[in-house]
């Protein structure tokens, strides 16, 4: 069975700075998807950075990137420039390939402050 | 038009009511899901259509009962309930049911049992 581990419960960043979430994860598939979903404080989840594992090259969306190291099976979240509006929680999420198990399996979430 | 929405936004109900939650899309998504949320925590997945077909119930108590009358809508049917039932539900949809769909939330309907 599959696992998403994420080990910083609570991080804090100055405002315009930059902040690295971590996430592990076990599996022994080969092709799978990884996912980053931010929810901010009584907002809808937003999914915010999408990783195929077939691919080598680390997804980038805007001010977001990912660290992919699929032998660690590590996929941390870079978030460059912070802004007060990057203040939510993050989970990372893993997706399997294929089938029809649409489930994704959640990380228990890092909450993100930004402060001023 | 990317949004799902969820109605009501808020419930309050007694142990001994009956009651249902609304979700819709219209993006086409053929996947709808239905998550519970406690506060501070990951969502837990409850149940997953696939083609207005029920194709995942993780084990939840029959109080639940998931309906979804065409490949728009989702309701869930709520008997019964226990405090504990109490928390965010949350629904969503997806292109598809695999893995590799990004899956659009809806804002949820905060449930209290009384």
């Known amino acids: 069975a599959q696992t998403v581990t994420q080990s910083q419960p609570e991080m804090s960043v100055q405002e315009a700075e930059t902040v690295t979430l971590s996430c592990t994860y076990d599996?022994?598939?080969?092709?799978?998807?990884l996912f980053w979903y931010k929810q901010p404080p009584s907002r809808q989840m937003i999914l915010v950075i999408r990783?195929?594992?077939?691919?080598?090259q680390n997804a980038t969306e805007n001010r977001f990137s990912v660290n992919f190291q699929k032998a660690a099976k590590s996929f941390s979240l870079k978030i460059s420039d912070s802004q007060l509006g990057d203040t939510a929680m993050y989970f990372c999420?893993?997706?399997?390939?294929?089938?029809?198990?649409?489930?994704?399996?959640f990380g228990k979430g890092t909450k993100l402050s930004v402060k001023p | 038009d990317t949004e799902v929405t969820q109605t009501p936004k808020h419930l309050v109900m007694g142990m001994t009511n009956k009651k249902s939650l609304k979700c819709e899309q219209h993006?086409?998504?053929?996947?709808m899901y239905w998550y519970k949320q406690k506060a501070k925590k990951p969502p837990e997945l409850m149940f997953v259509?696939?083609?207005?077909?029920?194709?995942i119930n993780e084990s939840v108590p029959s109080r639940f009962s998931p309906e979804c009358p065409n490949s728009s809508l989702l309701n869930l049917h709520l008997h019964a309930l226990q405090p504990e039932d109490s928390a965010l539900y949350l629904c969503?949809?997806?292109?598809?049911?695999?893995?590799?769909?990004?899956?659009?939330f809806g804002p949820g309907t905060r449930l209290t049992v009384t």
């Open positions: 999420a893993f997706g399997r390939y294929g089938g029809s198990q649409g489930n994704l399996i």
């Open positions: 990783q195929e594992a077939y691919k080598q």
């Open positions: 259509y696939s083609y207005e077909k029920l194709s």
């Open positions: 599996t022994s598939e080969s092709n799978y998807y």
């Open positions: 969503a949809s997806s292109l598809g049911a695999g893995g590799s769909y990004e899956q659009y």
């Open positions: 993006m086409g998504h053929r996947a």
